[in-house]
């Protein structure tokens, strides 16, 4: 359906502490990508409304800021408590428009959760360091400030997860926030921002704005926005660094990823094969972490793939909105289901042979919906298209190789470098392959090595811009700047400084 004849609900914007609609003239839909049905409409704000969102961060952060820490570490606890209470309800809010299966939007909540409870201890976090005397009568310290209103620009994968990696850490630091999530998924970022405000957070310390290149563009040229955090694909994230950075900001710019599985022929392949299956095509594939790239070494291939195929062709792709049980959702979009589609097309063309072909699953009871089932493409070429570009589906590219060397030199020419993983048995292997693959996550023997939030999310290469990472004592150092105060009061101390009849009298 055309954008302008969708008569489903528009989403409102949050500013100043107060829902309100938009006065935007063109709206973006948002679909349920199980029937691709319109279940609502996304504003596209510009810089007007973007200006009114950050001017109600930078009042807010006149008082927030000026909060005590515990106080605002206590609206934290509110907030894990209600959603606590309330995750069942946004991990259907997130399935519906996302897509993704229930078990694993509840599985996602439960990682922005923890996000919560990591801010819940920024009073310990956030402090400084003192050192006394550090030349006679000197004491010297440093402290932590917050830096003023800060942005998050977030993608369609998870819709939940992803904005709470930020505005909890940014928050609790004493920061203002403007959020402009997915504009294909903006609804669960509403409904956690309801109950952040029945946790009692003030108005205007976060705010919601909705659209796209314009609504972005606002926030990285606006001159009240101190930080910028994005995570989404890696040519839009290098342009967020760019024009963040050349705007003075500070920016924190995560993007795409292929990662590389490796598999060795020591490896138990029974707990390999269920753990690379649940990596490349949980999420159906969205996910930024997903095992994109089986490397199998030496005789590992004969091992592995007949049972990874069988197991790829037993899983059951259907809807997620309806309850039920399904191994793995749609993709978000009927434009992103006919490019991972022309993505198989060109590795079968470059000579890849596609032994589980998910082109032409179809969903008898969702026609509309977005679905492909898991596909493999064995025999694929170090240097095809499949194994360069990320595909962002239910797609396993397999590359064979010899050695581990083979494996580790694959892993050189990859420009991207978020997680990459073994699976072996082999303590020596493990260690060189740790030590030396060009990658920011690594797992051993766990099929998607993403942190958790005391860790911070430190991918490399193409797959990360900025200095400081998301998540973790990098994100509490992101959202602050130090300040250090050298102090020396004289005559305090020291062989020559009692000169203070008081202070002689008692001595
Ligand atoms: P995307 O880059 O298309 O969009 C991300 C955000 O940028 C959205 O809010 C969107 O509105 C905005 N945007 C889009 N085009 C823009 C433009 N021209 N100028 C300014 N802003 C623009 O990403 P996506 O498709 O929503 O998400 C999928 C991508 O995100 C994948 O590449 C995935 O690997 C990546 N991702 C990375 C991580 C990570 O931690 N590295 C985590 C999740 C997702």
């Known amino acids: 359906?055309?954008?302008?004849?969708?008569?489903?609900?528009?989403?409102?914007?949050?500013?100043?502490?107060?829902?309100?609609?938009?006065?935007?003239?063109?709206?973006?839909?948002?679909?349920?990508?199980?029937?691709?049905?319109?279940?609502?409409?996304?504003?596209?704000?510009?810089?007007?409304?973007?200006?009114?969102?950050?001017?109600?961060?930078?009042?807010?952060?006149?008082?927030?800021?000026?909060?005590?820490?515990?106080?605002?570490?206590?609206?934290?606890?509110r907030f894990k408590a209600l959603l606590d209470a309330n995750y069942e309800d946004i991990a259907k809010i997130v399935t519906r428009e996302h897509g993704k299966t229930l078990a694993e939007a509840k599985?996602?909540?439960?990682?922005?959760?923890?996000?919560?409870?990591?801010?819940?201890?920024?009073?310990?976090?956030?402090?400084?360091?003192?050192?006394?005397?550090?030349?006679?009568?000197?004491?010297?310290e440093t402290m932590r400030h917050p830096l003023g209103v800060c942005a998050g620009i977030t993608p369609f994968n998870f819709p939940a997860m992803v904005p709470l990696w930020m505005y909890p850490i940014a928050i609790t630091c004493g920061n203002t926030f403007v959020l402009k999530p997915s504009e294909k998924v903006p609804m669960s970022s509403m409904a956690i921002a309801k109950l952040l405000l029945e946790a009692g957070l003030p108005e205007g310390v976060l705010n919601i704005v909705h659209g796209g290149k314009d609504a972005v563009d606002a926030l990285l040229e606006h001159p009240l926005v101190k930080a910028v955090s994005f995570v989404g694909s890696t040519q839009i994230a290098k342009y967020i660094y760019e024009k963040g950075t050349m705007n003075g900001k500070r920016v924190q710019a995560a993007g795409g990823a292929k990662n590389h599985i490796i598999i060795m022929p020591d490896a138990d392949m029974e707990q390999t094969v269920h753990a690379l299956q649940a990596s490349a095509?949980?999420?159906?594939?969205?996910?930024?972490?997903?095992?994109?790239?089986?490397?199998?070494?030496g005789d590992a291939a004969d091992m592995l793939m007949p049972k990874l195929a069988e197991a790829a062709r037993g899983m059951k792709v259907g809807r997620t909105d309806m309850g039920g049980s399904v191994d793995m959702g749609p993709v978000i979009s009927a434009d992103h289901l006919a490019k991972v589609k022309s993505m198989i097309d060109k590795g079968?063309?470059?000579?890849?042979?596609?032994?589980?072909?998910?082109?032409?699953?179809?969903?008898?009871?969702?026609?509309?919906?977005?679905?492909?089932?898991?596909?493999?493409l064995d025999q694929v070429k170090p240097q095809s298209t499949v194994v360069r570009e990320e595909i962002f589906g239910p797609v396993l590219s397999v590359v064979?190789?010899?050695?581990?060397?083979?494996?580790?030199?694959?892993?050189?020419?990859?420009?991207f470098g978020n997680g990459a993983v073994m699976f072996t048995s082999s303590g020596r292997a493990a260690r060189e392959f740790k030590h030396r693959f060009n990658a920011g996550m690594i797992g051993i023997n766990v099929g998607v090595p993403a942190p958790m939030a005391w860790f911070p999310f430190t991918?490399?290469?193409?797959?990360?811009?900025?200095?400081?990472?998301?998540?973790?004592?990098?994100?509490?150092?992101?959202?602050?700047?130090?300040?250090?105060?050298?102090t020396r009061w004289f005559g305090s101390s020291g062989k020559k400084g009692f000169h203070d009849p008081i202070w002689k009298a008692k001595s």
């Open 1 to 77: 359906m055309p954008v302008a004849e969708s008569k489903a609900t528009a989403c409102q914007l949050l500013i100043g502490g107060k829902w309100q609609d938009s006065k935007a003239t063109s709206f973006s839909n948002v679909s349920n990508p199980s029937t691709g049905e319109v279940i609502a409409r996304v504003p596209m704000c510009g810089t007007s409304e973007i200006d009114l969102a950050v001017q109600a961060a930078q009042k807010a952060f006149i008082d927030w800021s000026e909060t005590p820490v515990v106080e605002r570490a206590r609206v934290m606890f």
């Open 107 to 140: 599985a996602s909540v439960q990682r922005g959760m923890e996000v919560v409870e990591f801010a819940c201890g920024i009073p310990s976090l956030m402090m400084g360091e003192s050192l006394e005397n550090i030349a006679r009568n000197v004491d010297c």
């Open 281 to 297: 095509f949980g999420c159906a594939g969205e996910r930024c972490m997903a095992g994109s790239l089986a490397v199998p070494v």
């Open 348 to 376: 079968v063309a470059e000579g890849a042979d596609a032994v589980v072909d998910g082109r032409s699953v179809k969903v008898a009871d969702a026609p509309n919906g977005y679905f492909l089932g898991p596909t493999i």
């Open 400 to 415: 064979r190789v010899n050695t581990v060397e083979d494996a580790i030199e694959l892993g050189k020419q990859c420009p």
């Open 459 to 486: 991918g490399w290469n193409a797959s990360f811009f900025g200095d400081l990472h998301i998540q973790g004592k990098e994100g509490i150092q992101f959202y602050t700047q130090q300040k250090m105060t050298m």
